[in-house]
T-cell receptor, first 112, second 110 residues
Framework: DGGITQSPKYLFRKEGQNVTLSCEQN?????MYWYRQDPGQGLRLIYY???????QKGDIAEGYSVSREKKESFPLTVTSAQKNPTAFYLC???????????FGDGTRLSIL | GQNIDQPTEMTATEGAIVQINCTYQ??????LFWYQQHAGEAPTFLSY????GLEEKGRFSSFLSRSKGYSYLLLKELQMKDSASYLC???????????FGAGTRLFVKA
């Protein structure tokens, strides 16, 4: 099946711990994105990558890190510096003029 | 700054028509998207407008006025499954960053 696969679906983080959210795509898109969604708020851009081995900070990058070593993969690490990580995290690929973004099913991160 | 405004919540009756408005102020414009998002799920694409006017796609239509920074999504013959959040999103300058509104939660009642 073609699409965006995010794992895990639910993730719990202990204080001081780094956790990594996985995002894999088989749609052959160059661009990939990470968004954070909090209740009652829209999607806020954390990081994006337009091409392999390159990525840019979005609007709320502090406390997060990413890598883009392969076209198919764009993992997001939530570091201990992110003091309020509880949120729904969405990965997307594609998007542009007349091209909607395709989203994964999301990872819900909570603090233990 | 960049801003997208849409109502927080709306309620409508099954079988009726509902219009969800969106106003935007962004640096650069390369089109406006509407997405549907059920609770806890991924957003799914509904429509795209880049030129002024109405785009119709089955029960869903979307309108754009670039001069007014305004769009609306029209849902006809509402069904219970249409209960969801509807996200207005603008593709900004450069054509690769999308700015999302907070979404409108639509409740369809019997």
């Amino acid at each position: 099946d073609g699409g965006i696969t995010q794992s895990p679906k639910y993730l719990f983080r202990k204080e001081g711990q780094n956790v990594t959210l996985s995002c894999e795509q088989n749609l052959n898109h160059d661009a990939m994105y990470w968004y954070r969604q909090d209740p009652g708020q829209g999607l806020r851009l954390i990081y994006y990558s337009q091409i392999v081995n390159d990525f840019q900070k979005g609007d709320i990058a502090e406390g997060y890190s990413v890598s883009r070593e392969k076209k198919e993969s764009f993992p997001l690490t939530v570091t201990s510096a992110q003091k309020n990580p509880t949120a729904f995290y969405l990965c997307a690929a594609g998007g542009g003029v007349n091209q909607p973004q395709h989203f994964g099913d999301g990872t819900r991160l909570s603090i233990l | 700054g960049q801003n997208i405004d849409q109502p927080t919540e709306m309620t409508a009756t099954e079988g009726a028509i509902v219009q969800i408005n969106c106003t935007y102020q962004t640096s650069g414009f390369n089109g406006l998207f509407w997405y549907q998002q059920h609770a806890g799920e991924a957003p799914t694409f509904l429509s795209y407008n880049v030129l002024d006017g109405l785009e119709e796609k089955g029960r869903f239509s979307s309108f754009l006025s670039r001069s007014k920074g305004y769009s609306y999504l029209l849902l006809k013959e509402l069904q219970m499954k249409d209960s969801a959040s509807y996200l207005c999103a603008v593709l900004g300058l450069g054509g690769f960053k999308t700015i999302f509104g907070a979404g409108t939660r639509l409740f369809v009642k019997a």
